[in-house]
């Protein structure tokens, strides 16, 4: 059987006791007001389908085609979701996805399934779905460039997510983690946009019904925007500044009191940068590497935005 | 394939396999929450949580070794921990030179990083157990009664019993795209990457309106057979003191490792 985990799936012992609980909070509370929306939105028919579209992400993610040297690119499918499904069904969704590969093979541990589910449901459903939501009326390419950018953007965040989540657990160096991460998604984002954009386009062609304005994907308000255009605008932020100046971040961090408690049963953690990234050229030009894609990738949105109005 | 091709569960009966599943997942999730608590360096309270998954998997009929053997599926993620073994200050315990860098592991880094793993190793293994010696639905039925909403649990139950259908539509569309795809030994096979991602997007496409329909004709199916919006089951759990007990004695386990994990 074909099944390649992510490196985005935080195991059991990796995240402090503190930060676990907080993502475990965060997402309980996001997952409470999907649950009630969709039980307000969604008819009884309704469930059965997110049930099989589950799967159905589930079996997508066997899905593989082959880069270069070894690697392969499949999908994650959170902005795919969001897009076809709606942001609160694609959310319970991917959820379930996430529950049941960590109850079930392993992959992923319990008590940081909430970090997991924030990381790789929610915030992926976040942004896949405002940034599309924002060009809605738009013509059929605007609309498929900016579900690409939408579907890179959200593996950054939830790359982001993960390294913040192990670096404020005392795990992992600031830097390098995030360096590491990024870099490694910058590419599997790629493919993710790649693969999210074609399937796309293959449905509008087949099945334009699904996502025109009567549809599910259709239910979320103009909020949706904010919310994605806010996360993607964090991660555009804080990626650069984490991985060319981790030690502000540290300060932060640390004249909150946060790194403490977050790192309790560890000495704190500040501002040490490991050797290999302290050679200040590399790390320099991996973060300007990061920094320069994700302006890019803004600056196509914004572009894109800017031509709706004037058209 | 068959309907229980990702069935991880292994038949038998066993004090553990007939433990009401609500105990089962308390104590996993109680287990793992003890190791999170557990401070670096606790040697003693990892020996006895050690002793804790050897004693479960010897009650279970399974085999001393067998979560064991499956437990190293999380090590990869051990990579991620790997700065931590330069980067917390303490006295050196050795220094290499790799890449023209100068390496030094320190005695606080390195007792850190292993506490991590092990935390990490101990963990998966409860959950290995879990779903070696619980049937999924009657987890997902357990989940159910310790108030997970109904909406996510009903999700969950089609997704599980799905999956294979879906999996075999992948596998039908991953055959078709090899049996199309012809390649001489030691050629690179045609097309760039962006066609390749572009057949594996309309895979992925194919895959979701063959998906969606599908839906249908399950829902369609189920109505005809008697669903009323809930999952049903035939196992109704009866909590029994045997159970209780059982579980309170985990726990009081899980309270003495925490203990021993604390003297000085």
């Not at chain 1, 976040?126 to 013509?139: C, D, E, F, K, W």
């Not at chain 1, 605007?142 to 593996?155: C, E, I, P």
């Not at chain 2, 987890?139 to 108030?147: K, T, Y």
Request: glycine share 10%.
């Amino acid at each position: 059987m074909h099944y390649s985990p992510v490196a985005l799936h935080i195991p059991d012992g990796f995240l402090s006791l503190v930060v676990s609980l907080i993502c475990w909070a965060i997402t309980a509370v996001l997952l409470a007001m999907a649950v009630s929306r969709t039980n307000k939105s969604l008819g009884e028919k309704q469930v059965p389908l997110m049930g099989v579209m589950a799967a159905f992400i589930f079996a997508a993610q066997m899905l593989n085609f082959p880069v270069a040297g070894g690697t392969s690119g499949h999908l994650l499918g959170g902005a795919l979701a969001a897009i076809v499904l709606g942001p609160w069904a694609a959310m319970l969704v991917m959820t379930a996805v996430i529950a049941v590969q960590a109850l079930l093979f392993q992959d992923g541990g319990l008590l940081v399934m909430g970090a997991n589910i924030l990381n790789m449901g929610l915030i992926t459903a976040a942004i896949g779905y405002g940034l599309y939501r924002g060009v809605a009326n738009s013509s059929r390419n605007t609309k498929l460039a900016v579900a690409g950018v939408a579907a890179w953007l959200s593996v950054m965040a939830g790359a982001l997510a993960t390294s913040l989540q192990l670096w404020l657990s005392g795990t992992s160096n600031l830097q390098t983690v995030v360096i590491a991460m990024l870099s490694v998604h910058a590419l599997i984002g790629v493919g993710e946009a790649l693969i999210t954009v074609a399937a796309l386009a293959f449905i509008m062609q087949t099945r334009p019904d699904l996502l025109d304005e009567t549809s599910a994907s259709a239910r979320g308000g103009r909020g949706w925007v904010a919310a994605g255009v806010v996360l993607s605008l964090a991660v555009v932020l804080l990626s650069p500044l984490a991985s060319a100046f981790p030690d502000g971040l540290n300060r932060v961090a640390e004249d909150l009191g946060f790194i403490h408690i977050a790192q309790s049963g560890s000495g704190p953690l500040a501002g040490y940068s490991v050797p290999f990234f302290a050679d200040a050229s590399l790390s320099k030009i991996a973060a300007g590497m990061i920094g320069a894609l994700v302006v890019l990738a803004v600056a196509i949105i914004a572009g894109r935005g800017l031509q709706k109005k004037t058209s | 394939m068959h309907s229980d091709a990702f069935d991880r569960y292994h038949h038998g009966h066993s004090l553990i396999h007939d433990l009401d599943p609500r105990v089962k997942v308390v104590v996993t999730v109680a287990f793992i929450l003890s190791n999170a608590l557990l401070p670096d360096a606790a040697w003693l309270a990892f020996l006895l949580a050690w002793a804790f998954i050897l004693i479960a998997n010897a009650l279970s009929g399974l085999g001393l070794g067998f979560t064991f053997r499956r437990s190293f599926i999380a090590l990869p993620f051990a990579l991620a921990a790997i700065t931590a073994l330069f980067s917390i200050p303490g006295a050196p315990v050795m220094s290499f030179r790799f890449l023209m860098q100068d390496f030094t592991i320190t005695d606080a880094g390195l007792l850190r990083f292993v506490s991590i793993v092990i935390r990490s190793w101990l963990s998966v293994q409860m959950a290995i157990l879990l779903v070696a010696v619980t049937e999924f639905p009657k987890i997902v039925h357990a989940l159910n009664h310790l108030r997970v909403p109904t909406i996510l649990t009903v999700i969950i139950s089609f997704l599980y019993r799905y999956l294979f259908v879906l999996t075999d539509e992948v596998m039908r569309l991953l055959r078709a795209r090899e049996a199309r795809s012809a390649g001489a030994a030691g050629k690179r096979g045609g097309g760039s990457v962006m066609w390749r991602a572009r057949v594996v997007g309309n895979m992925a496409g194919q895959l979701f309106l063959r998906s969606y329909e599908r839906s249908d004709r399950v829902y369609n199916a189920m109505l005809a057979r008697g669903y009323k919006g809930e999952l049903m089951t035939i196992h109704p759990h009866r909590f029994q003191a045997g159970d209780l007990l059982i579980g309170l004695l985990a726990l009081v386990c899980l309270v003495l490792m925490q203990v021993a994990g604390r003297l000085p």
